[in-house]
């Protein structure tokens, strides 16, 4: 299932698809063209039952610097409603549920910055690994927005509770490596240099694992992490993240 793609470069070894974030020069930023081709990806993986993992990186010195934010002014200079930045939001949202809900079980494999909607992307993958480099640092409100891309509050507070992600959120500090194991936002941390060798240890075992028995494994987990979940709040994410850039627009256009 290797296709050519504008921000990706995929690879397919026998059960183990590699995606990789190619544009480096905006920091592997997450622009529309690029949540497109992850979109197109991960809907061929769930239509493959002979990918059993699917290893997320980003070239380049970082793995994701966030979402693109010369797209999101572009987007509101061209139109101040914020309709194409539903679109966005949308979009993301999907990529996110996606790389959660894929019967394939999706890897992040993390090295220099991890900002914002990077984060959002690498804690909606099953397993994260992590050079022991990397800096994370959730932004959106010293930016001026809600943390609303891709529906990634629920999950952070799911995977790492509810008060220290408050912190974070707050105060829109970096946090290291070890803080982010600490919060079980990484699995694993190594040197940079081992990172393909951790990677390794996690899919040598599941290319021999039955594929119908992972996808009601993930199926079930991901029952149970949202049984406490009266109402998916994340799904207004689009309309929050657009209404308050409108808004803010507004603001100094006033």
């Given at each position: 299932?290797?296709?050519?793609?504008?921000?990706?470069?995929?690879?397919?070894?026998?059960?183990?698809?590699?995606?990789?974030?190619?544009?480096?020069?905006?920091?592997?930023?997450?622009?529309?063209?690029?949540?497109?081709?992850?979109?197109?990806?991960?809907?061929?993986?769930?239509?493959?039952?002979?990918?059993?993992?699917?290893?997320?990186?980003?070239?380049?010195?970082?793995?994701?610097?966030?979402?693109?934010?010369?797209?999101?002014?572009?987007?509101?200079?061209?139109?101040?409603?914020?309709?194409?930045?539903?679109?966005?939001?949308?979009?993301?949202?999907?990529?996110c549920e996606a790389l959660s809900t894929t019967g394939a079980v999706t890897i992040a494999r993390l090295h220099?910055?991890?900002?914002?909607?990077?984060?959002?992307?690498?804690?909606?993958?099953?397993?994260?690994?992590?050079?022991?480099?990397?800096?994370?640092?959730?932004?959106?409100?010293?930016?001026?927005?809600?943390?609303?891309?891709?529906?990634?509050?629920?999950?952070?507070?799911?995977?790492?509770?509810?008060?220290?992600?408050?912190?974070?959120?707050?105060?829109?500090?970096?946090?290291?490596?070890?803080?982010?194991?600490?919060?079980?936002?990484?699995?694993?941390?190594?040197?940079?240099?081992?990172?393909?060798?951790?990677?390794?240890?996690?899919?040598?075992?599941?290319?021999?694992?039955?594929?119908?028995?992972?996808?009601?494994?993930?199926?079930?987990?991901?029952?149970?992490?949202?049984?406490?979940?009266?109402?998916?709040?994340?799904?207004?994410?689009?309309?929050?993240?657009?209404?308050?850039?409108?808004?803010?627009?507004?603001?100094?256009?006033?």
């Amino acid at each position: 299932m290797i296709e050519h793609f504008k921000t990706l470069v995929v690879q397919r070894e026998n059960a183990v698809l590699t995606v990789r974030l190619n544009t480096p020069e905006s920091g592997n930023s997450l622009s529309e063209p690029l949540l497109d081709d992850l979109l197109t990806v991960l809907g061929a993986v769930q239509d493959d039952p002979g990918i059993r993992a699917v290893v997320l990186s980003g070239a380049g010195a970082d793995f994701c610097l966030g979402a693109d934010r010369q797209e999101f002014a572009e987007s509101l200079a061209a139109d101040p409603a914020g309709t194409g930045l539903r679109v966005l939001g949308n979009k993301a949202r999907r990529v996110c549920e996606a790389l959660s809900t894929t019967g394939a079980v999706t890897i992040a494999r993390l090295h220099g910055g991890v900002i914002g909607a990077g984060v959002a992307l690498a804690v909606f993958c099953d397993l994260r690994a992590g050079a022991d480099t990397c800096r994370f640092r959730l932004p959106e409100l010293a930016v001026g927005v809600a943390p609303a891309w891709g529906g990634v509050l629920p999950r952070l507070m799911n995977e790492a509770g509810a008060a220290r992600i408050r912190e974070l959120i707050l105060t829109a500090g970096n946090f290291d490596a070890a803080t982010a194991k600490e919060l079980s936002l990484l699995h694993t941390v190594v040197p940079e240099e081992e990172l393909d060798s951790a990677i390794a240890r996690w899919t040598k075992p599941l290319v021999r694992r039955s594929p119908s028995a992972l996808r009601t494994a993930k199926l079930m987990m991901n029952a149970y992490a949202n049984a406490n979940r009266l109402a998916d709040a994340s799904l207004f994410d689009a309309e929050l993240l657009s209404s308050a850039l409108s808004a803010a627009q507004y603001a100094r256009r006033g």
